[in-house]
């Protein structure tokens, strides 16, 4: 996860799943990457994505959402933690609402207040199960568990609305967007871009294959998709 200047990473230290692990924070510098700071913990409870918003880190947690103080990234801190209805493994956020995906493919949804806490508000279900999941503004753009993407506009998040579909082949593991294009990495090593996102169906502009992008997680600029 980037955040200006600043990456965000979640995981384990030395390749052992069992830990500690926690988040660490770098500077991206011209010659490679800054140590800031870093949040470990020495039993390790599972942290699986981050997304940051300002002033506070939000981490799926041992199934929960953490939310941690990083306005001085040399020394983030926990400050609280959200216990979500079901084990949260991925995380999504506009800025108004943060939704938690979980192992059966749903996502329980949670508005974001001005302090930094989350309410609980609705939970999303769609067809195909959610395997990624990417918000912007009022559109959601759902990655299917069989395939292809969702783009449903949640303008008003009680009652998210279908307005197009994009099939796929495999798992879509993650996504990412630049501008008005939709990057879609899928579990058979093949990451697409999508444009035409605002019409009835979008429009698959280019392909790239490769065994080595049958998972990760992106990030795109205006120009370079990042796979990690």
């Known amino acids: 996860m980037t955040g200006g200047n600043l990456i965000y990473q979640v995981g384990t230290w030395g390749g052992d799943l069992t830990g500690p692990g926690g988040l660490r924070i ?31 880190a939000y981490v799926a947690c041992a199934g929960d959402v953490w939310r941690i103080d990083v306005a001085d990234p040399r020394a983030p801190r926990h400050v609280s933690t959200t216990v979500t209805p079901r084990h949260t493994s991925r995380l999504a956020s506009n800025g108004q609402v943060v939704a938690c995906m979980n ?19 609705t939970a ?23 395939g292809g993407v969702i783009i449903a506009s949640v303008r008003d998040p ?16 993650d996504l990412a967007l630049s501008g008005n294009t939709l990057f879609v990495l899928e579990t ?10 605002d019409s009835a169906t979008p429009i698959e502009r280019g392909r790239l294959e490769g065994p080595d992008m049958a998972s990760g997680n992106m ?7 990042w796979i990690g």
């Open 26 to 56: 770098f500077e991206a510098q011209p010659n490679g990457l800054e140590p800031m700071g870093e949040l470990e913990v020495e039993a390790y409870p599972g942290f699986e994505d981050v997304i940051v918003f300002g002033n506070a």
């Open 124 to 146: 999303w279900s769609f067809p195909g199960g959610t395997e990624s999941l990417l918000l912007s503004g009022s559109r959601a753009f759902v990655g299917g568990r069989n």
């Open 158 to 173: 009680m009652l998210p609305q279908i307005v197009a579909q994009i099939s796929g082949s495999s798992a879509t593991t």
């Open 219 to 225: 990030v795109a600029t205006a120009s370079t998709v």
């Open 188 to 197: 058979n090593g093949v990451l697409r871009a999508i444009e035409e996102l």
């Open 103 to 121: 192992r059966q493919g749903d996502a329980d949804v949670f508005r974001l207040v001005p302090d930094g806490s989350l309410d609980s508000l």
